[in-house]
C-alpha cells in the first residue's frame, strides 16, 4: 500500500539540485538552453520519471520558445532557472526586455512564426511575467 511522505520527509527528486544557466543570447544559445534543460530532466527522470511520456516533449518544446524568444526580442543575455515541483517543473526565463510578449497572428504565407506564445500557453499549467526595471521573468509551469 502506499503511504503519503509525511511533510519531514523530502520527496526522491527533491534531492535534485536546480538548473541555472546563463547565456549570452547569441541563436546557439538556444540549442544550450535546450541541452541544459534535457540534463536536468534526465537527473529528474531518474528520481522520479514523468508520468506521461510526452511531459518531457513539451517542457523541452517550451524552453525552446521561451529561449528562442528571448534570443530575438531581448538584446544581451538571458538565463535559464528550471527546478522540481510537487507535480511539475518551474521554468523561469529572465531577459533583459522589459516588453511584456504577446501573442501575434501566424501568417504561413510570410513564413510562420506567430505560434510559440500560444504553444506556451496551451503546453503549461500557470503562466505569468514579472517584469522589472531591467527586464523580465517569464515563469512557466508544467506537469511532470
Not at 511533510?7 to 544559445?29: A, M
Not at 536536468?40 to 513539451?58: C, G, I, K, N, Y
Not at 526580442?73 to 510578449?101: E, I, N, Q
Amino acid at each position: 500500500m502506499a503511504t503519503e511522505p509525511h511533510w519531514s520527509e523530502k520527496l526522491p527528486s527533491d534531492e535534485i539540485e536546480k538548473c541555472h544557466v546563463t547565456f549570452d543570447g547569441e541563436l546557439g544559445d538556444v540549442t544550450g538552453a535546450r541541452l541544459a534543460a534535457e540534463e536536468f530532466l534526465s537527473a529528474v527522470a531518474r528520481a522520479a520519471p514523468p508520468t506521461a511520456p510526452e511531459h518531457w516533449d513539451d517542457i523541452l518544446l517550451v524552453v525552446n520558445e521561451l529561449a528562442a524568444n528571448a534570443v530575438q526580442y531581448a538584446p544581451g543575455p538571458f538565463a535559464l532557472t528550471m527546478r522540481r515541483t510537487f507535480d511539475g517543473v518551474h521554468v523561469t526565463v529572465r531577459d533583459t526586455s522589459t516588453t511584456p510578449p504577446a501573442p501575434r497572428p501566424f501568417h504561413p504565407s510570410k513564413g510562420g512564426g506567430g505560434i510559440g506564445w500560444h504553444l506556451v500557453h496551451t503546453l503549461c499549467t500557470q503562466v505569468s511575467v514579472v517584469v522589472q526595471d531591467d527586464g523580465k521573468d517569464v515563469h512557466v509551469f508544467l506537469p511532470w
